[in-house]
């Protein structure tokens, strides 16, 4: 949630940044409202002031015996009153708080403007593999090598479903494994979330309510997207110490989404679904440490992808290809040779302290003084869906086997995977 003191004394700025984003926000209607909700709280609070001297004065009285009749018509008056009035106030809170939840984060002033096409690439790392051969797609690969089951998975579940078989899953459970490791290593503290969340979980994250509709939803609970949605609330509510950040924490789940594949090109195999794995990073940090946080989720993210042996890019995401409440994004795509495209397999983001606001996440500073909100980040450590595909086009031989990468095969697989 953004600022709302920034809102009252730098409108423009916000303006200005909502619209790299495409988002055209009435801000002169939203101050107005706030003035009027403003001034509406102020006379509530006079009528409760009011309304507790006249009851201390008709104590009084009832102590002396005194007569108290008048006073006490008078306070019936004052209760009808400032019923009214704190109904006024409520009507008016409720559309401040939902002007405010509507908006998305502000860009960084250096995050591009516009959608995905103005996405900027950073850096590209090593080069697209040369085959001498005729290479085939991950998906042709995946059935001659047993690994993925996309009929079956199909018949379990519907559509964007697969199942991982033999070799497959043990390549899949070996990525997780390897990411999960090495993150533990580096001082992350492993977290194994529960998937059912709350609808305050979902709104801390900044996912709702604009996008409530586009989670699988169970009664009064939905199935977590992300991780990131788990681990941002993991301090709802909480102020912390100083000395206590950062907390860095990494966690394994499945990821649920309702968007999924179609049988274009693009989408095929496990490059869309509804469910996937991902392991993920996420920090709570100082706001002057930032900056520095979010370069160091990008170096791990980048460091796996390149343990891999697999040809990557970075590229900075423009506003409006931004999710809602981050304020920047870098994405590590890899290469897909059968599309001639990359696909992203990890996003790098900083929320600044936008998802803070929303859930009330502070820390305390050790000289003292007001509570701030912390900081935010989070970065895909790494989703596995679009890798499996990678390793397999990347990796691949002449003779139809697909060599593992030599960071996997502590985990019990062969050097190489051959036909089924």
């Given at each position: 949630m953004l600022d709302v003191t920034l809102i009252r004394n730098h409108p423009d700025q916000v303006r200005d940044g909502l619209r790299k984003r495409g988002v055209d926000a009435d801000i002169p209607a939203f101050l107005a409202l706030d003035t009027e909700f403003r001034e509406a709280r102020t006379a509530v609070e006079r009528l409760r002031g009011e309304r507790r001297r006249i009851s201390a004065e008709v104590a009084v009285r009832h102590r002396t015996d005194a007569p108290a009749d008048e006073l006490r018509a008078e306070a019936k008056a004052l209760t009808d009153r400032l019923t009214e009035a704190e109904a006024g106030l409520a009507r008016l809170a409720a559309r401040h708080q939902e002007f405010l939840d509507a908006l998305p984060n502000l860009p960084d002033d250096d995050v591009p403007m516009g959608g995905k096409e103005n996405n900027q690439v950073v850096r590209s790392v090593g080069a697209p593999p040369a085959f001498g051969f005729a290479a085939k797609d991950h998906v042709r690969l995946a059935q001659e090598l047993g690994?993925?089951?996309?009929?079956?998975?199909?018949?379990?579940?519907?559509?964007?479903?697969?199942?991982?078989?033999?070799?497959?899953?043990?390549?899949?459970?070996?990525?997780?494994?390897?990411?999960?490791?090495?993150?533990?290593?580096?001082?992350?503290?492993?977290?194994?979330?529960?998937?059912?969340?709350?609808?305050?979980?979902?709104?801390?994250?900044?996912?709702?309510?604009?996008?409530?509709?586009?989670?699988?939803?169970?009664?009064?609970?939905?199935?977590?997207?992300?991780?990131?949605?788990?681990?941002?609330?993991?301090?709802?509510?909480?102020?912390?110490?100083?000395?206590?950040?950062?907390?860095?924490?990494?966690?394994?789940?499945?990821?649920?989404?309702?968007?999924?594949?179609?049988?274009?090109?693009?989408?095929?195999?496990?490059?869309?679904?509804?469910?996937?794995?991902?392991?993920?990073?996420?920090?709570?940090?100082?706001?002057?440490?930032?900056?520095?946080?979010?370069?160091?989720?990008?170096?791990?993210?980048?460091?796996?992808?390149?343990?891999?042996?697999?040809?990557?890019?970075?590229?900075?995401?423009?506003?409006?290809?931004?999710?809602?409440?981050?304020?920047?994004?870098?994405?590590?795509?890899?290469?897909?040779?059968?599309?001639?495209?990359?696909?992203?397999?990890?996003?790098v983001s900083n929320a600044r302290a936008y998802q803070a606001r929303r859930g009330g996440i502070r820390y305390r500073p050790a000289g003292g003084g007001k509570a701030e909100y912390v900081h935010t980040l989070n970065a895909s450590g790494l989703a596995t869906s679009r890798l499996l595909p990678a390793i397999l086009e990347q990796h691949q031989r002449a003779d139809g086997t697909v060599a593992v990468p030599e960071v996997l095969r502590r985990w019990g697989l062969p050097e190489v995977l051959g036909p089924a």
């Amino acid at each position: 949630m953004l600022d709302v003191t920034l809102i009252r004394n730098h409108p423009d700025q916000v303006r200005d940044g909502l619209r790299k984003r495409g988002v055209d926000a009435d801000i002169p209607a939203f101050l107005a409202l706030d003035t009027e909700f403003r001034e509406a709280r102020t006379a509530v609070e006079r009528l409760r002031g009011e309304r507790r001297r006249i009851s201390a004065e008709v104590a009084v009285r009832h102590r002396t015996d005194a007569p108290a009749d008048e006073l006490r018509a008078e306070a019936k008056a004052l209760t009808d009153r400032l019923t009214e009035a704190e109904a006024g106030l409520a009507r008016l809170a409720a559309r401040h708080q939902e002007f405010l939840d509507a908006l998305p984060n502000l860009p960084d002033d250096d995050v591009p403007m516009g959608g995905k096409e103005n996405n900027q690439v950073v850096r590209s790392v090593g080069a697209p593999p040369a085959f001498g051969f005729a290479a085939k797609d991950h998906v042709r690969l995946a059935q001659e090598l047993g690994l993925v089951d996309y009929e079956r998975g199909t018949r379990l579940a519907g559509n964007g479903h697969w199942v991982y078989r033999g070799e497959g899953a043990a390549l899949e459970w070996a990525l997780l494994n390897h990411f999960l490791d090495a993150h533990r290593r580096a001082g992350y503290e492993f977290v194994l979330p529960p998937h059912l969340l709350t609808y305050e979980a979902g709104y801390t994250a900044g996912q709702f309510p604009k996008f409530a509709d586009e989670v699988f939803r169970m009664g009064e609970h939905f199935l977590l997207p992300t991780a990131e949605t788990a681990l941002v609330n993991l301090h709802r509510g909480e102020t912390l110490d100083e000395a206590e950040l950062p907390r860095k924490y990494v966690a394994y789940t499945p990821c649920y989404r309702k968007e999924s594949g179609s049988h274009r090109t693009a989408d095929r195999g496990t490059l869309r679904g509804h469910q996937f794995n991902k392991v993920e990073l996420f920090q709570f940090v100082r706001p002057e440490d930032s900056d520095a946080a979010h370069l160091e989720l990008l170096a791990r993210a980048e460091e796996l992808v390149a343990g891999l042996g697999l040809h990557h890019r970075v590229t900075h995401l423009a506003a409006g290809d931004t999710s809602a409440a981050q304020a920047r994004t870098y994405d590590v795509e890899v290469w897909l040779p059968s599309l001639g495209a990359y696909a992203e397999v990890s996003s790098v983001s900083n929320a600044r302290a936008y998802q803070a606001r929303r859930g009330g996440i502070r820390y305390r500073p050790a000289g003292g003084g007001k509570a701030e909100y912390v900081h935010t980040l989070n970065a895909s450590g790494l989703a596995t869906s679009r890798l499996l595909p990678a390793i397999l086009e990347q990796h691949q031989r002449a003779d139809g086997t697909v060599a593992v990468p030599e960071v996997l095969r502590r985990w019990g697989l062969p050097e190489v995977l051959g036909p089924a």
